[in-house]
Structure formats: C-alpha cells, structure tokens
C-alpha cells in the first residue's frame, strides 16, 4: 500500500494489519517515554486546506511520537489566498523532501489527484476531502469498537474484524465522509450499518449502498446497535433548509437526554460515538455525549494511535 486514500480500497486483512499495529502503537502512548524512532529523518507535511482539530493534532502528534520531522500548513495565512494552486503548493513542499503529505481539502478527489498526477514522490494520506471519505476517522472509530466488543466480552481485540456488529449512524448522511468511511470499512470487517436521517439528508442512491436505511431513530435504536454514531450537522456545506428547525431536529434525530434513558432503562450496552466537533444540543444532548457510554474522548486517542500505524506502515513498508 504506497497511500492511504479511502477505506473502499482496504482489503479485510489490510484493515486488521492497521488495527492491530494501531493496539501496538497505543502502548507506546502508555509509557513515560510516548516515543519510537522508527521515522527518524523523515518527514511528514500536514497540508490541511479547511479547518481542523483532532485530525491535524493528531496527525502531528502521531508523526512526532514516530520521531518523524513534522511541518504544518494551514492554507489560511498562506499563498493559497494568492491564489496559489494545489499543484504548485504541493511541489512547494515537496521542495523540502516531504516522505509522506496528510491532505484536508474541500473539494472530493483532491488527495487521489496528489496521490496519482505525477507531481509529488510522496505517500499521500487522506484526512478527508470534501463529502467523500475520512479514512483515519473510520479506522479509529473500528478500533474504538474492538475496544468496546472486547471490553463487554472479555476478549482480545487482536486479529478480529468487526463480525456481527450493528453500527446505527444518524444524522447529515448527505454530507458526511466520515459516514461513507465508516460504512465501507464496517462492512469490509463484518459489522452491520444502518444509516439513519431525514429524508433530506439521505444521498441519491443511496439504496445501492451496503447500509439499511431507516428514517425513524427510535426505531433504530430499538435494535439493540451495539454503537450509535451520531454525525455532525454540516451547517457550512448547507446551502439550503434541510429541515424546519434545529429544535425540530433535535427532538426526531438528536441523542437526546430521553432517549439516553430508554438505552438505560432497556440494559442496552450501546456505545454512543460522535467524531467530533459536536454541536451540544443538537444532534447530540449534553446527557449523551457527557454519560458512560459515550467514547467521544476514546476516539480521539485512538485517533493518534491508528494515525501512527499509518505513517508507520506506509513509510517503513512494515508488517
Ligand atoms: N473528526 C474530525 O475530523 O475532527 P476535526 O475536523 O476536528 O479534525
């Protein structure tokens, strides 16, 4: 595998080798001394053209804790504002001999153009480019499930896939890469998905995809998922009145404190996910994303360590 573009193209056994190198790489965030030198004298070029958190933190301290050198480019305050085109920032970078460029981009498709157009030698990791995927999102939010699964049964996590699981995603399908991520890596490891969301937020054609859709999340939830991930409302892709109100919203397809105490009453042992940033309120309430069972935070740790398993096989060609 020369880059890491989307999930669609993990094979089974692909996926696990990251999962399982991902467990790896979380012991090393255990020790006093969070670091390896697996990448020194490489270098890893964050290239993020829309804004970011997590993933750009992450990706930074994944690269680090590899002993990798790191640069980071925001396009904001950059010559992109100039007008600067991608090609040109690209070989810019290259120019100080990146090994590996992490690209955040708008428009779908921009980090396979890198990957593909000739005009960098480098391996390109997608975190996340426009509504089509988020492959690290999906891979640490699969790791957060084997951690989930193996914690309720006891288990191991290494070596498994995500058999028999039920993952309920709920919210702006429409617009989500990281819902289109996770349905295609759940579905390679053996999970379940339902897509759940206003009929205004479910994508054309969306019937021709490996998910059940359902537009009612109460009967949803009523299967007993053994995660519910709630996606957040796009309100800057969203150029248009998808629904009436965000109070309407809420109260049909938000995690409310209600429907965190039906979970509760049922025994459920439902995970809620969200990947973050989430809008408190709306699609998911305070109660939810604040009580045991969320793995809000959970996630945003495995985030640096599957982001680590990434650079790592990808530049030392590993297994
Ligand atoms: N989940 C996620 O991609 O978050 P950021 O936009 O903060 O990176």
Redesign the pocket.
Known sequence: MRHLLSTRDLTRDQAIEILDTADRMAEVGQQSVKKLPALRGRTVVNLFF?????????FESAAKRLSADVINFSAKGSSVSKGESLKDTAQTLMAMDADAVVI?HGTSGAPQRLATAGWIDAAVLN??DGKHE?PT?ALLDAMTLRQHRAALAGEETTGTGLDGMHVVIVGDILHSR?ARSNMWLLTTLGARVTFVAPPTLMPVGVEHWPADVVFDLDTALARDPDAVMLL?VQRERMHAAFFPSEAEYARLWGLTPERLAALDAAGATTAIMH???MNRGLEISSAAADSPRSTVLR?VSN?VAVRMACLYLLLTGAR
């Open positions: 829309e804004d970011s958190t997590r993933t750009r933190i992450s955040r975190a996340g988020h999102q990281v957040r990947p973050g940033p996630q985030g």
